[in-house]
């Protein structure tokens, strides 16, 4: 006879398996538009790409159709990665890998992006449902795993070296999105192994600070190269958390750090601006900081180690730029036993127009910084005089 605790599992699983077959009749009644195969720049209410080619059109963007060429890889699809893949789609990424292996929770709802109705599904799960049905020009790998278990690290890294949107291609960016250092240090780990830049993000415990940061293994400081205060002080970060008290959330923090995330993945995948290597974000005091770190030579990282010799090796094969230096034309000294005196062409030319006679002009109106001469009705000068301003406009009126 099955035990309550069976029971109860049992109970659980027809409730998801009824909530997908809800969403999938929903999906077959609603209307979707068609996939569109090219890019267009027309200004209609039908594309849905109009104002994303605009910024070629004003010269951001040299190439914006470009972003369908890459893929992008979310680890973690929560408060920071679903908004992030949520924005990636809308901008027309050519292919997302989603990784995550919690559920919806009604608790999650404090957040953007996912609907009381999906409670019960897994994230990756239900955030494909919701991005598909926002553009199905976009290509979705999910997996529903923890990526720092032997097994599922090593599928992860098999994923990035050959999920590309083209066969057997790595993808072109890794965006790290999780709430843990456990889960970090293993992202940290593939790409320096992989030689994979990615960028990593995050939300402080009181919810009112987040930081991105983009690291290029063997140029920049990996996340084991500078290592938190945790890992310092040989703290274990599960004794940190309090049973029954969980961190706080901000739909509004999490919204923030997830825009800058997204644009720092625009500048860099499209050439554009400047692409931060490290940008903070305080909200108490509307404070965005911005660094830049350099590898640590006695990183506890091996791969990191070896990808920082590479990086040397490459930058020393790269042709250097030759500075031209100009010789400096010796200058005379002012003083000199003739009194001769050097004069500056252009400041004399200034000095002569500045002296030149006034164009004419309606009366009343004077040119700026000048002496306005007085004229006699008749066009002859006023004669100097002594006689008080009274007197003088006495006579004014007489004429």
Known sequence: MATMEELKLRVRELENELIKCKQKQCATEQLHRPKIEKMSA?????????????????????????????????????????????????????KLLLFDYDKVELANMNRLFFQPHQAGLSKVEAAEHTLRNINPDVSFETHNYNITTLDNFNHFMERLSHGGLEDDKPVDLVLSCVDNFEARM??????????????????????????????????????????????????????????????????????????????????????????????????????????????????????????????????????KNEVIQVEEEEVLHEDNEWGIELVSEEANEETQAAAAAVADLPEGITVAYTIPMANKGDGEMVEETEQSLEDLMAQMRKL
């Open 186 to 319: 293993a992202i940290n780990t593939a790409c320096n192994e992989l030689g994979q830049t990615w960028m990593e993000s995050g939300v402080s415990e009181n919810a009112v600070s987040g930081h991105i940061q983009l690291i290029n293994p063997g140029e920049t400081a990996c996340f084991a190269c500078a290592p938190p205060l945790v890992v310092a002080a040989n703290i274990d970060e599960k004794t940190l958390k309090r049973e029954g008290v969980c961190a706080a959330s901000l739909p509004t923090t999490m919204g923030v750090v997830a825009g800058i995330l997204v644009q720092n993945v625009l500048k860099y995948l499209l050439k554009f601006g400047r692409v931060s290597y490290y940008l903070g974000y305080n909200a108490m005091q509307d404070f965005f900081p911005s660094m830049a770190m350099k590898p640590n030579p006695q990183c506890n990282d091996r791969h990191c180690r070896r990808q920082q010799e590479v990086y040397k090796a490459q930058e020393a094969e790269r042709p």
């Open 42 to 94: 027309e200004v209609v209410d039908s594309n849905p790409y109009s104002r994303l080619m605009a910024l070629k059109r004003m010269g951001i963007v040299d190439n914006y159709e470009s972003i369908r060429t890459f893929t992008v890889a979310v680890v973690g699809v929560g408060g920071v990665g679903s908004v992030t893949a949520e924005m990636l789609t809308r901008c027309g990424i050519g």
